[in-house]
């Protein structure tokens, strides 16, 4: 495997690396057609805005609605992209996942499901009629480690495994950013013109929401962990937090409603303090704005009857939970 040189924050020159990636992915492009996913993180905004530099029209951009994002996240992204003088085609693959992911409750079974579907399904099938050869993506360093030391399968990593994509799917793979954690990838995006809502945006996972639900993803269960997360994330956005989710737990647990008995759902709040993801510490976050957020999930979300907040450091813990 090719060792991959880190570009410190710190050793990071925005306009240098810029310049030589548009050149670099100009180059590998050549006069044909490439084609990248927008999911509206800072990662994959990032290098939308880097090809786009790069490439200008013959980069085809396009947000994947797989049914497991954040309320409303596809109409924003692109509108917001709009803005920028990028323009984005919304792909609607949400049976294509939802199938692909039922009956599975193991982890690792979960990202490989949403690995191949996104991959090999649809964006193979974007591939083949567009003719494009080759596949922009926003795979930073930490997904790399992470996957390769067997901490948890990132979606995004392909070579450093020993799997070919061009073989495997039928097209090549551009990482621009993979020299970069995520603290350099803020500082660029901002350098590439990017909005603060942006650039400054809390990390979400390639799997979408179908990481924050444990055991078997439905529909009913991404609708909960979708209201769950719009909660906690307008609730701590003052927080200064590096990342704030919302976890649905598997087994229903016994609470009370109306006086009477009642099995329910059990929503775990996470709230991180970090600076590149590798680790990080619970954010020490006051008993009012907990009790508060507690309150709201269980007012605004039914068959939600218990609310807890995660204090594990990273490691053992990891951010996400599948």
């Known amino acids: 495997m090719v060792k991959i040189k880190e ?3 710190t050793e990071l020159n925005t306009e240098e690396f810029i310049r030589e990636k548009a050149n670099e992915i100009s180059s590998l492009v050549g006069d044909g057609l490439a084609i990248n996913a927008l999911s509206g993180g800072v990662d994959s905004s990032a290098v939308t805005m880097l090809g786009h530099k790069a490439l200008g029209e013959r980069l085809k951009t396009y947000f994947v609605d797989n ?3 954040r309320k409303g996240e596809p109409e924003w992204i692109v509108s917001l992209f709009k803005g920028l003088g990028v323009k984005v085609e919304i792909i609607d693959a949400q049976d294509k996942f939802f199938n692909a992911l039922k009956g599975l409750t193991d982890p690792e079974e979960k990202r490989e499901a949403v690995t191949q579907t996104f991959y090999k399904d ?3 099938k974007l591939v083949r009629e567009s003719k494009a050869k080759y596949l922009l993506q926003g795979t930073i360093l930490t997904d790399v480690d992470e996957t390769v030391a067997g901490i948890k399968r990132q979606h995004n990593v392909f070579e450093q495994l020993g799997i070919d994509p061009e073989k495997e799917f039928g097209y090549k793979i551009i990482e621009p950013l993979v020299q970069l954690r995520k603290d350099g990838v803020r500082a660029l995006a901002a350098a590439l013109g990017l909005p603060e809502s942006i650039h400054n945006r809390i990390p979400f996972p390639g799997p979408a929401l179908a990481a924050r639900v444990i055991g078997e993803v439905t529909r009913e269960k991404i ?5 769950a997360t719009s909660i906690v994330e307008k609730k701590l956005a003052d927080s200064n937090a590096f990342q704030y989710m919302a976890i649905l737990h598997n087994d229903r647990v016994p609470g009370i409603r109306d006086g009477k008995r009642d099995f329910g759902f059990q929503v775990e709040v996470r709230c991180w303090d970090s600076v590149d ?3 990080a510490t619970p954010t020490k976050l006051s008993h ?3 009790t508060s957020l507690a309150g709201d999930i269980i007012k605004q979300i039914p068959g939600v009857v218990s609310v807890t907040y995660n204090i594990a450091t990273k490691p053992p813990s990891t951010m996400e939970a599948v």
């Open 7 to 9: 570009i410190k924050r």
């Open 67 to 69: 049914g497991i994002m």
């Open 122 to 124: 649809v964006f193979g």
């Open 223 to 227: 609708s909960i962990v979708k209201k």
């Open 277 to 279: 993801a590798r680790v």
């Open 288 to 290: 009012e704005t907990l």
